[in-house]
Nanobody
Framework: QVQLVESGGGLVQAGGSLSLSCAVSGRTNSNYAMGWFRQAPGKEREFVAA?????????YYTDSVKGRFTISRDNAKRTAYLQMNSLKSEDTAVYYC??????????????WGPGTQVTVSS
């Protein structure tokens, strides 16, 4: 079983920055692609970013965060990160860490963390 735990959410002013972390634990010898999704109040959950396990860590982003968010990972620490800069009020959402076998737009989506709240005040 795979467990994901997010940290780093909070309240920030528009234009500011936050960094999220996601640690992978549990009984697994597999190497996983990792990603982030978010869900704003009254909206559907949406893909934010993903990074593959191998291949130099290929990255994928939804258009609205390109140039502002950066996903990365530390394989030795089994941790993924989401650096969020130039935050906007529309980035306010619960952010979920995900893991799975493949990275891409909308992936991975096999395992989910409980989520961490990010609130951007305008």
């Amino acid at each position: 079983q795979v467990q994901l735990v997010e940290s780093g959410g909070g309240l920030v002013q528009a234009g500011g920055s936050l960094s999220l972390s996601c640690a992978v634990s549990g009984r697994t010898n597999s190497n996983y692609a990792m990603g982030w999704f978010r869900q704003a109040p009254g909206k559907e959950r949406e893909f934010v970013a993903a990074v593959s396990w191998g291949g130099g860590g290929s990255t994928y982003y939804t258009d609205s965060v390109k140039g502002r968010f950066t996903i990365s990972r530390d394989n030795a620490k089994r941790t993924a990160y989401l650096q969020m800069n130039s935050l906007k009020s529309e980035d306010t959402a619960v952010y979920y860490c995900t893991a799975g076998r493949a990275a891409g737009y909308g992936l991975p989506n096999e395992f989910w963390g409980p989520g961490t709240q990010v609130t951007v005040s305008s």
